[in-house]
């Protein structure tokens, strides 16, 4: 799977370079990359190491006075996978990303599942830390100003020399650098360390300070961009995902174990889903997913909230256009994505429902849409582990403000 992706990120790198950008036309327009339907793709990680200490690296995704390092530590742990960008709404004046996470996990980290939701919010200017403007780039002036430094130079990415700006930040127990392809202004590699209290941490000169604490550290590296093709894409928002709106779903969370187990299924625990719709930027709306989840008996519920963002270009959100399902056949591939193993197809009516099926190499979701409104009604996610069994949550559609 990684050469798909080192194939898939040379080829976007080739592509920007070759067409060149304008100093004057950076800051006016959005780039293709970023148009509805793309999907940018970073490979990240993040992890916590003990008794940790940097050290040079030419490859290191770290960057100090135009030296590259990498962080070791003599134990910890963390977790790797997919940050995903979701072009859903896209004008000179809003930018609006939907992005998913994906961990990666398996004998050889090879299989991916879903592991939450983000937004992301930009326009002509930026779009976070992922996109910068060639043109602000190129304005930025070497040197440091006594907390960030910018430094040019060239690196080596997927078999290319590319010419990069890097932006560095240090603070009390904490670093941050971003290193950004000077023709597209993609972030082709960014990595923040926090020090917790004791830490072994080796300088560009070989100086060490010893502790006995730890480092919080995460990374992410540009992988490749895509476009979605989504049959719907220029519906416009749905009445139902109005700002001030909001749909509510109720369910449950069981473990179904693995038939070869001869164990019984034990009973499911109730859960909770609301989406509410604050603002509309652009062609999307943002709101909130407060999801409610009941463990034991006599203990309070947990809430967790994740920002969302929905519009008509997503495949599997909350509202598919009634006229586009009706349109589309069973069994019906809509999209295959390289890098997650991911699936999209439409498996056809269901009783009253069109059911759309994202299949992945360790889960699946099943979203069930009414063929009247469109509304998603009923959904079904699933996580399987090889030997042991399946988690299952289902929500049902129970009100609507």
């Known amino acids: 799977m990684r050469r798909v992706a080192a194939r898939l990120a040379l080829g976007v790198v080739v592509a920007l370079c070759s067409a060149g950008s304008g100093t004057g036309v950076a800051f006016a327009q959005v780039p293709g990359f970023l148009q509805v339907g793309s999907r940018l793709t970073w490979e990240g990680g993040n992890s916590t190491l003990s008794g940790s200490r940097v050290v040079p690296d030419p490859n290191g995704p770290l960057e100090r006075d135009g030296q590259r390092y990498r962080l070791e530590g003599t134990r910890g742990g963390g977790g790797v996978g997919l940050v995903q960008l979701n072009v859903i709404a896209s004008s000179q004046q809003a930018i609006v990303a939907d992005v998913r996470y994906l961990l990666a996990g398996g004998p050889q980290l090879n299989v991916h599942t879903m592991s939450g939701h983000d937004v992301v919010l930009g326009d002509a200017q930026g779009l976070g830390d992922y996109w910068l403007p060639p043109a602000r780039l190129a304005a930025m002036q070497p040197g440091f100003d006594g907390s960030t430094r910018v430094s040019r130079g060239s690196s080596q ?66 992988v490749g961009v895509r476009q979605v093709a989504i049959p719907w894409a220029s519906e416009g928002l749905s009445q139902w995902l109005a700002p001030g709106r909001s749909l509510s779903y109720q369910g449950q969370t069981s473990l179904q174990n693995d038939p070869s187990l001869g164990l019984p299924n034990l009973p499911g625990q109730p859960l909770a889903a609301t989406f509410a719709f604050d603002r509309q930027v652009g062609a999307a709306v943002l709101g909130r997913q407060v999801t409610r989840s009941f463990t034991t008996q006599g203990v309070p519920p947990l809430d967790a909230t994740t920002n969302r963002a929905f519009s008509s270009a997503q495949l599997d959100g909350l509202w598919l256009p009634p006229q586009a399902l009706a349109q589309l056949r069973p069994q019906q591939v809509l999209d295959q994505d390289p890098l997650s193993g991911q699936v999209v197809s439409y498996a056809g009516v269901t009783g009253a429902y069109g059911l759309v099926i994202v299949q992945g190499q360790g889960d699946s979701l099943e979203q069930y849409y009414d063929l009247q409104s469109g509304l998603l009604a009923f959904s079904r996610y699933r996580v399987t582990t090889q030997g042991v069994g399946a988690q299952v949550s289902e929500l049902q559609l129970v009100g609507q403000q």
């Not at 127990?173 to 290193?179: A, E, P, V």
């Not at 590699?189 to 080796?202: E, L, P, R, Y």
């Open 157 to 222: 990415f997927q078999g290319q020399t590319l010419q990069v700006v890097s932006i560095a930040t240090t603070g009390a127990g904490t670093y941050f650098s971003s290193t950004y392809d000077l023709t597209s202004g993609l972030m082709l590699f960014s990595g923040t360390m926090n020090t917790q209290a004791g830490a072994q941490v080796a300088d560009d000169r070989g100086v060490r300070t010893d502790f006995a604490g730890a480092v919080v550290y995460s990374h992410q590296a540009f």
